[in-house]
């Protein structure tokens, strides 16, 4: 029987804890404000709630996890599953039950740390969404009926102030979600805008009907007409020119109801006019999008006139220079046949005197006659150099492969390089794809000034290569007498040669259709030296 005290004590508890629920909707604070006075009241050790996991989240676990726990300390196990004997106890029962430590069940019931095997456990329902867990290790024995009882009510009140904190914080977080959801679509928006105006192409949407929708800068830039302007006009006819509008309605119309259109999603060229009802041509790509309330179109269209005059002007220039091309080609081959005739009519006539009068011109003139024989043979290699020279990058030889060392035996033999003259080779040299005649003649040309210029006793020529990602790279080495840095880049100039022609005959034209050659060939050439310590001359070709 309790005494009068004992019942106003446990009629103050009540009402205090009664006082306690609701007054703030944080939901830890709800509970721990709850925890406190139950606490010290009942002379609890500590007090914990368990919420449902499809609670807190409608697509979470079939599972029981800690909300909070009064006083603060570390947890064993923060989540209990749906075979645990406090979930099938109340699902069985429906209603709040006490376990001691004589219990057996009572181990399962210890998910804190430092819970001894004492004291009991008092467990109530908050309705559908988890329990509330009572310990207080000081007890013997269980919670009396009427003691549990007693509280039973208020818990009551506890869990409805738990489900408002639990819905509160719901829909604050919705809210949130929601704002940020608004504040990304804005931003999107401003980002759309931005990307729409500061287009380098003119960007136009119409509807079904053909009515202009939108209108970005650039398309105010390219027709003349503002955004006000042109936003609900008709689009065929504010910037189709009359021969295409007729063309324009009727693809609209059979897109809509066959789903087809010959030039949508391409790009295709056509023309426009502008505010001022200039024709012009233009780059049109129209794009279909597809809404809930039927389609609309996105056309990007920018003004290619500086493009179609420049591609004029190229054509033009095309045009031009292959008449220019033609008449040097029928320059070079007519002052080639001018040139040649008298220098044929000379050689003869030198011969024909030395024949007949070489008595009489005595041993002075027979030289004079050699040295003109000699000076009309350089002259015919020069008018036969500059007529390959202008054959080069006109005449395109098709590529094929060039066994290399086949290649160089034969140019070896045709040389036919003085006995004190070695040519070697540092390996086995690749097959190439290339244009067989020119490439022969590159190394022709380079092996036999290699020959002609060598100073030495014993000369050599040494012939190497190597592989690199997108080109071949040669070289033709020599111990030759050398050439001074200064005349690097003369000697890959038309007509220049180092030596008098007198004491080596040479037209000044061999290295510069080389080099021709190898750029044709999507290479380089260069040169490295020094006066009477030899010459290397390294080129490249592109794989093909």
């Not at 809210?175 to 931003?187: G, K, P, S, V």
């Not at 086995?428 to 003649?441: A, L």
């Amino acid at each position: 029987m309790k005494t009068g005290n004992r019942i106003v004590q446990d009629i103050s508890m009540l009402y205090e804890l009664s006082l306690s629920i609701g007054t703030s909707m944080d939901l830890y604070e709800n509970c721990e404000k709850f925890f406190k006075i139950l606490i010290s009241r009942k002379n609890l050790t500590f007090a914990s709630v368990w919420i449902s996991s499809k609670t807190i989240q409608s697509d979470g676990l079939d599972t029981y996890q800690v909300l909070h726990v009064s006083p603060r300390f570390r947890m064993l196990d923060t989540q209990m599953e749906q075979d645990h004997f406090i979930i099938q106890t109340l699902k069985e029962h429906k209603a709040p039950f006490s376990i001691s430590h004589s219990n057996p069940v009572f181990p399962q019931l210890i998910q804190e740390h430092g819970v001894e095997n004492k004291g009991a456990f008092v467990v109530y329902p908050l309705k559908q969404i988890g329990f509330l867990k009572l310990y207080a290790s000081q007890r013997q024995t269980v919670f009396e009926k009427i003691e549990v009882a007693q509280l039973k009510s208020v818990v009551n009140k506890f869990a409805t102030s738990i489900e408002a904190c639990i819905s509160h914080h719901q829909l604050r977080e919705e809210t949130q979600r929601r704002i940020n959801i608004q504040r990304r679509l804005r931003d999107n928006e401003i980002k759309l805008k931005l990307i729409f105006n500061t287009a380098l192409d003119a960007v136009v949407t119409i509807n079904e009907k053909g009515i202009i929708t939108d209108w970005n800068t650039q398309a105010h830039k390219v027709f003349g007409f503002s955004p006000e302007d042109a936003i609900g006009q008709e689009l065929g006819s504010l910037i189709i020119p009359h021969q295409h509008r007729e063309a324009h309605t009727r693809g609209m119309k059979h897109f809509l109801k066959t789903g087809e259109g010959p030039v949508l999603n391409k790009r295709i060229e056509i023309t426009a006019i502008n505010r001022t009802g200039l024709e012009f041509p233009i780059e049109l790509s129209i794009v279909p999008l597809q809404q809930e309330n039927g389609y609309f179109f996105s056309a990007f269209l920018r003004d290619i006139s500086k493009r179609k005059e420049a591609e004029q002007k190229k054509e033009e220039l095309l045009e031009e220079l292959e008449y220019v091309n033609g008449e040097l080609r029928d320059f070079a081959y007519i002052v080639s046949h001018d040139l040649k005739a008298p220098l044929r009519a000379i050689s003869a006539l030198s011969y024909w005197i030395e024949e007949d009068y070489g008595e009489l011109i005595g041993e002075e003139g027979q030289q004079q006659l050699v040295l003109l024989q000699g000076r009309v043979n350089r002259m015919h290699a020069l008018i036969e150099g500059i007529l390959e020279y202008s054959r080069i990058g006109r005449i395109r030889i098709k590529m094929e492969a060039l066994d290399l060392n086949q290649s160089l035996d034969d140019i070896l033999d045709s040389l036919n390089p003085p006995p004190n003259f070695e040519v070697r080779r540092v390996k086995t040299f690749p097959t190439i794809n290339c244009e067989r005649v020119r490439i022969e003649q590159v190394f022709q040309n380079l092996i036999s000034n290699a020959i002609k210029y060598n100073d030495k006793e014993q000369g050599w020529v040494e012939l190497d290569w190597i592989e690199l990602d997108d080109h071949f790279q040669f070289s033709v080495k020599d111990n030759g007498q050398g050439i001074d840095e200064k005349h690097f880049e003369k000697i890959f100039q038309i007509f220049q040669t180092l030596q008098a022609k007198d004491k080596y005959e040479s037209t000044g034209i061999g290295l510069t259709i080389v080099k021709r050659i190898i750029e044709r060939h999507e290479g380089k050439i260069w040169v490295e030296s020094q006066p009477n310590n030899g010459t290397t001359f390294a080129f490249t070709i592109k794989k093909y």
